[in-house]
């Protein structure tokens, strides 16, 4: 394996602070940080996915705090389905009130963002 020269090392510190800011983007005017969680027990494995990110289960990972899984996103203003991918397995979210049929023969959960 060769050593990494300076200019590389460089270049990967640019990358890296670029994605941090990403992550750390703040709301604009239409947006608003939204925060998904979930008890479930150790070493679960969390996603959430809906209409926000093109239904994709493994974008959104949700982080494990003590028996508490979470993860805050940004999302736009309006009305947004989503579910829960618990270990492989697609749940509605058992603390949102609000659920629509979909086209699959069951529901999805509902956010609405004001």
């Known amino acids: 394996m060769k050593p ?4 590389e090392k ?3 510190k640019k ?3 670029k994605a941090a800011k990403t992550v750390k983007k703040k709301p604009g005017k239409d947006e608003k940080l ?5 008890q479930a027990d150790a070493g679960s494995e969390i996603f959430v996915a809906g209409s926000f990110n093109n239904w994709n289960p493994k974008e959104i990972k949700l982080r494990k ?5 979470s993860a805050s996103i940004i999302l736009p203003k309006g009305r947004h389905e989503y579910k829960l991918i618990i270990n492989g397995v697609w749940c ?4 949102c009130d ?9 529901i999805n959960s509902i956010i609405t963002v004001e």
């Open 34 to 38: 939204v925060r998904f969680q979930i």
């Open 10 to 12: 460089k270049t990967v």
């Open 15 to 17: 990358a890296a602070k």
């Open 4 to 7: 990494i020269k300076k200019t």
């Open 92 to 95: 509605v979210d058992p603390n």
């Open 98 to 106: 609000e659920w629509q049929p979909n086209s699959m023969g069951t």
């Open 65 to 69: 705090f003590k028996d508490v899984y």
